[in-house]
T-cell receptor, first 111, second 111 residues
Framework: NAGVTQTPKFRVLKTGQSMTLLCAQD?????MYWYRQDPGMGLRLIHY???????AKGEVPDGYNVSRLKKQNFLLGLESAAPSQTSVYFC??????????FGNGTRLTVT | GQQVMQIPQYQHVQEGEDFTTYCNSS?????IQWYKQRPGGHPVFLIQ???SGEVKKQKRLTFQFGEAKKNSSLHITATQTTDVGTYFC???????????WGAGTKLIIKP
């Protein structure tokens, strides 16, 4: 039982490049989330999904897109990376309003 | 917008001293969750409080939920080096069940 798995763990991008972060969970959770965490700040919600085929914007959605084609996967895309998107990205999942289970994070640097 | 304010941002303690972090919401919460994030790690769920005035204990950790369900605290007695990390509260809105995160309190043990 792996829980929540994020890939990759680290990535360096140049400004303007694109990439996709993958999150997979094996707990049959309905809800999935993408957060970013910056030094000295808490967790800020980018996008979330309450079920397969549905997504919704969080508090900082600009510059990101997501897809939830399968219940167990939640993808976060950056179409044209900017230095302001340098951050640690966490995926999480939950059974509706139950506590969140987090992945180990992806450290992204945009130069 | 609705916020959960968490204070202090940092707390430096000698090993063996107590530690407390406080969270205050501008509106009533349906529940509040607490998470711990070790340096370089991901947030890990500690506990959820649901009832007005609820108090829960986990060994040296005591969690409280206020009577009005707008504030909460985490108190650690006799801190140990294993307690080092950042403690986050996350309150769930009554209206739409979204999770609102505090900015976290970093516990630092003085050398």
């Amino acid at each position: 039982n792996a829980g929540v798995t994020q890939t990759p763990k680290f990535r360096v991008l140049k400004t303007g490049q694109s990439m996709t972060l993958l999150c997979a969970q094996d707990m049959n959770h309905e809800y999935m989330y993408w957060y970013r965490q910056d030094p000295g700040m808490g967790l800020r919600l980018i996008h979330y999904s309450v079920g397969e085929g549905t997504t919704a914007k969080g508090e900082v959605p600009d510059g990101y897109n997501v897809s939830r084609l399968k219940k167990q996967n939640f993808l976060l895309g950056l179409e044209s990376a900017a230095p302001s998107q340098t951050s640690v990205y966490f995926c999480a999942s939950s059974l509706t309003t139950s506590p969140l289970h987090f992945g180990n994070g992806t450290r992204l640097t945009v130069t | 917008g609705q916020q959960v304010m968490q204070i202090p941002q940092y707390q430096h303690v000698q090993e063996g001293e107590d530690f407390t972090t406080y969270c205050n919401s501008s509106t009533t919460l349906s529940n509040i969750q607490w998470y711990k994030q070790r340096p370089g790690g991901h947030p890990v769920f500690l506990i959820q409080l649901v009832k007005s005035g609820e108090v829960k204990k986990q060994k040296r950790l005591t969690f409280q939920f206020g009577e009005a369900k707008k504030n909460s605290s985490l108190h650690i007695t006799a801190t140990q080096t294993t307690d080092v990390g950042t403690y986050f509260c996350a309150g769930r809105r009554e209206s739409n069940y979204q999770l609102i995160w505090g900015a976290g309190t970093k516990l630092i043990i003085k050398p």
